[in-house]
């Protein structure tokens, strides 16, 4: 399965393949009771199956990381980064920014 995320500041827009492309975009959500963490339209990924992440940015350098699975990875202007990874149990996990690396 591939992914491809393209981060904007405060938000960013998945693209999934998996034999048809499906579009959409994700916001933070300000009134989540994990603040800054939440979003309003969660991604939802398979377990127990190695997905491909594509990252990118259109904008401007931002930080993209899962914190809980040891992932970090910069969305840098006209460069598309890949990791490659596995979730083994269904669960919510969290990704963050560092806002510190972000000219936004």
Known sequence: M???TQKYAY???YEIDR????????????DSVVRLLDVDNRVLL???EFIRALITSNDVLHSWALPSLGVKID???GRLNQFIFS?????????????????D
């Open 11 to 13: 938000s960013a827009k």
């Open 19 to 30: 034999n048809v492309e499906f579009e959409y975009d994700s916001y933070i959500d300000p």
């Open 75 to 77: 969305a840098v202007p």
């Open 87 to 103: 979730i083994l149990l269904n669960s919510v996990i969290h990704g963050n920014t560092d806002a510190s690396k972000c000219a």
């Open 46 to 48: 398979p377990s127990q």
């Open 2 to 4: 591939a992914r491809k």
